[in-house]
C-alpha cells in the first residue's frame, strides 16, 4: 500500500503571505493526487485534482504541482478563511483502496 | 443541487450492530462510484470502503469483515452496515462521491455529506 506523508504538520504564516504544503508519496502515484480543506466541524473540500487541476469555485490563489512521489499545495496569499486543515490523497490500484495523507494544520502566525 | 445527507449515527455498545444511510439528491448514486471515510476525534481522515458503480465493493482492513457497503438504487441511498463494533470505530463518518478517470488517471471525492458521528463505547 502506498503512504502519504505530508509536511509539515503544522505550518505558521502570517495573512497575505504565502504557505507551501508538501506531500511525498512512498511510491510513484503519477499525477493521481488531490488536496482537501476541512474546517473545525464540517466535511472536507475538494481543493485540486489531478494533481494540479483547481476544482469547481476554488479561488486561483490555491495552486498545486508535482507529480511521481512529490507534490505542493500552494496557496499565494492567505486569506483568513484559508486557515485550516489540508489533506493530500490517492488512490491504490489493487487492492483498490484510497489513502489519505496525515493532514497539515495551517494556523495564522 | 447535488447533496449528500447522513444519518443513523448514535451512541452503541462495544460489539453492536449501526447501519448508515446516506440519501443523494441531485445524481445517481448507482451512476457513481461511493465511498465512506470516517474521522476519529482529532485525528485525520480513514478511508473506510467504497462500491463502484458496477457493484464491486471494497474495504480498509480495518473493517473487512465488519462492515458492509450497499446502497438501494430506488431510494438513490448509499449505506454502510457496521457489525461488531469497537471503540476505535468512533468517528465521525462521511459519505462521499468519487470521480474517477479513465484508467484512474485521476480519483477524488468531489461532493461530502456533513457527516453523522458514531460512538462505541459501554
Known amino acids: 500500500e502506498i503512504v502519504m506523508m505530508q509536511s509539515p504538520a503544522t505550518l505558521s504564516v502570517s495573512p497575505g503571505e504565502r504557505a507551501t504544503l508538501s506531500c511525498r508519496a512512498s511510491q510513484s502515484v503519477s499525477s493521481n493526487l488531490a488536496w482537501y480543506q476541512q474546517k473545525p466541524g464540517q466535511a472536507p473540500r475538494l481543493l485540486i485534482y489531478g494533481a494540479s487541476t483547481r476544482a469547481t469555485g476554488i479561488p486561483a490563489r490555491f495552486s498545486g504541482s508535482g507529480s511521481g512521489t512529490e507534490f505542493t499545495l500552494t496557496i499565494s496569499s492567505l486569506q483568513s478563511e484559508d486557515f485550516a486543515v489540508y489533506y493530500c490523497?490517492?488512490?491504490?490500484?489493487?487492492?483498490?483502496?484510497?489513502?489519505f495523507g496525515q493532514g497539515t494544520r495551517l494556523e495564522i502566525k | 443541487e447535488v447533496q449528500l445527507v447522513e444519518s443513523g449515527g448514535g451512541l452503541v455498545q462495544p460489539g453492536g450492530s449501526l447501519r448508515l444511510s446516506c440519501a443523494a439528491s441531485g445524481f445517481t448514486v448507482s451512476s457513481n462510484y461511493m465511498s465512506w471515510v470516517r474521522q476519529a476525534p482529532g485525528k485525520g481522515l480513514e478511508w473506510v470502503s467504497v462500491?463502484?458503480?458496477?457493484?464491486?465493493?471494497y474495504y480498509a482492513d480495518s473493517v473487512k469483515g465488519r462492515f458492509t457497503i450497499s446502497r438501494d438504487n430506488s431510494k438513490n441511498t448509499l449505506y454502510l452496515q457496521m457489525n461488531s463494533l469497537r471503540a476505535e470505530d468512533t468517528a465521525v463518518y462521511y459519505c462521499a462521491r468519487d470521480r474517477v478517470g479513465q484508467y484512474y488517471y485521476y480519483y477524488y471525492m468531489d461532493v461530502w455529506g456533513k457527516g453523522t458521528t458514531v460512538t462505541v463505547s459501554s
Open positions: 490523497q490517492q488512490y491504490n490500484n489493487w487492492p483498490p483502496s484510497i489513502t
Open positions: 462500491i463502484y458503480s458496477g457493484g464491486s465493493t
